[in-house]
């Protein structure tokens, strides 16, 4: 919008020689181009003119932000940006020359026919795919360009992050990466419960290894001696007395191991 003093100059003007140009409406009535001669007519108690855009209204917005002069070309980028992104189409916007417009949708070939640069426009589309509820805010002047740049880049930045965190998860422990997919745990939550874990299972690691090399080594030392006959029920460790049936499970135990073993030098 004009500020105060130059919205007051329009509404003189259009006192003294009239509304010299209609106020742009959509066939659904919504205003398309005239912002400031509609409110420089409430200003002058002028009834305005209204003429009715039958055609692409997206692309005759862009058309018209693209010689305003009072927007910026940061501005105007986000507005080629989300045109390209809405299939705008360029061609035979007016009856009047589209001063070389092609019709081209990308926001590159917008951009460049509107003057703004490659770079700009590249920024834009950034905004708008990582933080697109700045958008509006630049096109309506609330910040600039570069502004809403840094933070969709910062965005990015963490969504990249979080995707290659998933990706590692996902790696070292399938269920939990679903879980954080389905909702049901947070990426930091899962990966706690994964440390978690995983300490346990050092921790298994250590109780396994100590309890194994403190029973196997002995039953070895006691092959081809006089042990089992040596044994005396009355020296016996409390609740831990050697019978025939415990002999049998051990004998099962170590053959679990001795197969676990063969398998891990045959990988």
Not at 10 to 29: F, R, Y
Not at 182 to 193: F, N, V, Y
Request: hydrophobic share 40%.
């Amino acid at each position: 919008m004009l500020d105060d003093e130059e919205l007051q100059a329009l509404a003189d003007s259009i006192t003294e020689h009239g509304l010299q140009h209609p106020i742009v409406l959509d066939v659904n009535g919504r205003l398309l181009d005239g912002r400031n001669r509609l409110a420089a007519c409430e200003l002058a108690g002028v009834e305005p003119e209204f003429t009715t855009y039958e055609g692409d209204a997206d692309a005759y917005a862009f058309f018209v932000n693209a010689r305003c002069r009072h927007i910026t070309k940061g501005q105007l980028a986000m507005v080629a940006a989300k045109a390209s992104l809405h299939g705008v189409n360029l061609h035979g916007v007016t009856g009047e020359d589209p001063a070389g417009f092609t019709g081209s949708t990308t926001g590159r070939a917008l951009g460049e026919q509107a003057g703004v640069s490659g770079s700009r426009i590249s920024q834009a589309l950034t905004v708008l795919r990582h933080a697109p509820d700045l958008a509006e805010s630049v096109i309506s002047g609330a910040i600039g360009l570069n502004e809403a740049y840094k933070t969709a880049r910062e965005a990015k930045a963490q969504s990249d992050s979080a995707e290659s965190q998933l990706a590692r998860l996902r790696a070292e422990d399938p269920e939990l990466a679903d879980k954080v997919v389905d909702g049901e745990l947070t990426l930091p939550g899962a990966w706690a419960e994964r440390k978690e874990r995983a300490e346990e299972e050092v921790r298994r690691r250590k109780v396994a290894t100590t309890f194994l090399c403190e029973a196997v080594p002995p039953l070895a030392q006691a092959r081809g001696t006089d042990t089992a006959l040596l044994y005396d029920p009355q020296f016996m460790l409390t609740g831990r007395p050697v019978t025939a049936e415990v002999i049998d499970h051990a004998i099962e135990a170590l053959t679990e191991m001795a197969r676990t073993w063969r398998e891990r030098e045959a990988a």
